[in-house]
């Protein structure tokens, strides 16, 4: 059972390689290059799906903090773990692309505009939530924190997103023109692989997590009646 599991994991990162590779292709053999901004505009079709998709998995965090508190079960809490790490992996890469698009676009890594300043902040909460995993021992007590914590963090999500739409943004246009079909085609193909490795990199966060707590359990010394 156990090879079954692996191979089943080579099968689905297999998959998500190939279909990251065709994205790649597809940005170079037939999505066209954007009038405006030329060929550097192709990292938005990764850069938004990655941002989406990182806010989703606050969610994750957030929901499972919630059920943590309300079952006590420590499944929850290995959940919220592993998709805050995805959060960091994918808002860091949102903010890496973002930087690179924008120094070549419009001539500075970084502007202090609300809509980057609080995905930078949404990136180091998330960093702080899983330091501050690693510095409690206690599994009960660091989940109730960890707990704690990600409910309070999720605050920043609403902020992420609304200042994305309601603020103005001197870098930030409010929408990209995808006036060619392909462009539209490009970015939804992009969700894809992007949630496939979001999916992939939480699911077995978690898998890991729980293998993890079920060998510490199996090597505690027995309770002295």
């Known amino acids: 059972m156990k090879n079954d599991g692996k191979a089943t994991w080579w099968v689905y ?3 998500t390689a190939a279909l990251l590779a065709g994205g790649v292709v597809m940005l170079f053999a037939y999505t066209p290059v954007e009038a405006t901004m030329g060929p550097i505009q192709k990292i938005f079709y990764a850069h938004m799906p990655a941002a989406v998709i990182s806010l989703l998995a606050c969610m994750v965090v957030f929901v499972a903090g919630i059920a943590y508190l309300w079952r006590k079960d420590l499944w929850w809490d290995h959940l919220a773990a592993s998709a805050a790490r995805t959060v960091v992996v994918l808002a860091g890469f949102a903010l890496v692309s973002g930087m690179v698009w924008a120094k070549k676009a419009w001539g500075a890594w970084w502007v ?5 300043t609080f995905t930078l902040v949404l990136w180091l ?3 702080v939530y899983l330091v501050l995993r690693s510095s409690i021992e206690s599994s009960d007590r ?4 960890a707990a704690v914590y990600g409910i309070v963090a999720f ?3 609403p902020l992420v997103w609304f200042s994305a739409r309601l603020i103005k943004d001197p870098l930030h246009p409010p929408k990209i023109g995808l006036e060619d079909h392909r462009m539209v085609v490009t970015l939804l193909y992009w969700f894809l692989p992007v949630l496939l490795i979001a999916l992939g990199l939480t699911i077995g966060g978690l898998k890991r997590a729980q293998r993890q707590a079920g060998q510490a359990e199996r090597s505690a010394p027995p309770d002295v009646v």
């Open 142 to 145: 660091r989940a109730i924190v």
């Open 125 to 127: 909460l998330y960093v």
């Open 13 to 15: 990162w297999a998959v």
């Open 155 to 157: 605050l920043d999500v």
């Open 112 to 116: 202090a505009t609300p809509r980057l």
